[in-house]
């Protein structure tokens, strides 16, 4: 068993989280939980699949929770300055980063999008400060902090120089690797009734892109899925199949998002080294 633990100074500092994702999500708990006042900022690349491990849902009024910890929608700046030091859980928002920089100053910006073969942004000076996540970042270039995100490696601090560029190999689950997922043919609104937990088989008709069916690769439970009725582009990951039985997890926080939480909170203790001990909070995240 391992923990991480993060100390904080103050009960509402503010945190914005680009991405709504189960990454984005894993940091968002560990965040929360040590009285951030925490806006998870969506972005519509790459469309999100590990839904019951994220906050994503929160966007349709869903009641989602991660952790125990809760997540509900705000639609204006107003809603989220409401909310400063009073919302008990999560905010997720449709607002970009432009949005939300102007209702009060940033103390972490962590950018969880993970775009990795999209531009990357600068991030430094945008708040106290920048962690970027995966590939495209670089430590002491175009963000504070470069977190690892690649199994093997994840939660791997970077503070100077580039994380680990995209290989485009996925990583090991159960007997699969990349075969496990689905990906987009091309363009259109993607259609399904399937929940996610749900057993199928291979060849099940999961959804529909547009009007082409869209089929389990092989038997198992259903990780990973859009949600319907969302327009994706060519390319993308539509659908997820974890075949490893009884064994098989798709809610809660995952071993990967874990690390990648505890480097988050690694890194914030390394920046703010002199916090008194006897004002923080503190924060035990189990692997």
């Known amino acids: 068993m391992r923990t991480q633990t993060m100390r904080l100074n103050s009960p509402d500092r503010f945190a914005v989280i680009l991405g709504t994702n189960e990454i984005a999500s894993a940091v968002a708990v560990l965040l929360r939980r040590n009285g951030y ?9 790459p469309p999100v699949i590990r839904r019951k ?3 994503h849902d929160a966007l349709f009024e ?5 952790a125990g910890v809760a ?3 705000a639609d204006t700046g107003f809603e989220i300055r409401a909310s400063f030091g009073r919302a008990p859980g999560v905010l997720v928002t449709e607002l ?3 949005d939300l920089i102007v209702l009060r100053s940033l103390d972490i910006l ?6 990795k073969y999209l531009a990357t942004p600068d991030l430094r000076r945008l708040a106290r400060l920048t962690i970027g996540l995966g590939p495209g970042f670089c430590g002491g270039s175009n963000c504070d902090v470069a977190i690892e995100t690649w199994p093997g490696k994840a939660g791997q601090i970077v503070r100077q120089g580039p994380a680990d560029p995209p290989d485009g190999v996925s990583r090991r689950l159960g007997n699969h690797w990349g075969e496990r997922f689905v990906r987009s043919e091309c363009s259109g609104r993607w259609k399904t009734a399937i929940e996610i937990g749900t057993r199928v088989f291979k060849d099940y008709v999961v959804g529909h892109l547009g009007n082409i069916p869209v089929r389990a690769p092989f038997d198992g439970i259903l990780r990973g899925v859009v949600r319907d009725g969302t327009e994706v582009p060519s390319g993308v990951k539509l659908l997820e199949i974890d075949s490893r039985g009884r064994k098989a997890n ?3 926080i995952d071993s990967r998002g874990q690390l990648i939480a505890n480097a988050v909170a690694k890194a914030i203790s390394l920046h703010q080294p002199n916090v ?6 503190t924060l035990h995240l189990v692997k």
């Open 250 to 252: 798709w809610t809660g």
């Open 37 to 45: 006042g925490v806006v998870l900022s969506h972005d519509p690349l």
């Open 96 to 98: 970009g980063l432009l």
């Open 62 to 66: 869903d009641a989602v929770s991660v």
């Open 276 to 281: 008194p001990e006897k004002t923080g909070q």
């Open 53 to 55: 491990m994220a906050f």
């Open 110 to 115: 962590v950018d969880a999008r993970m775009q």
């Open 71 to 73: 997540a509900q929608r």
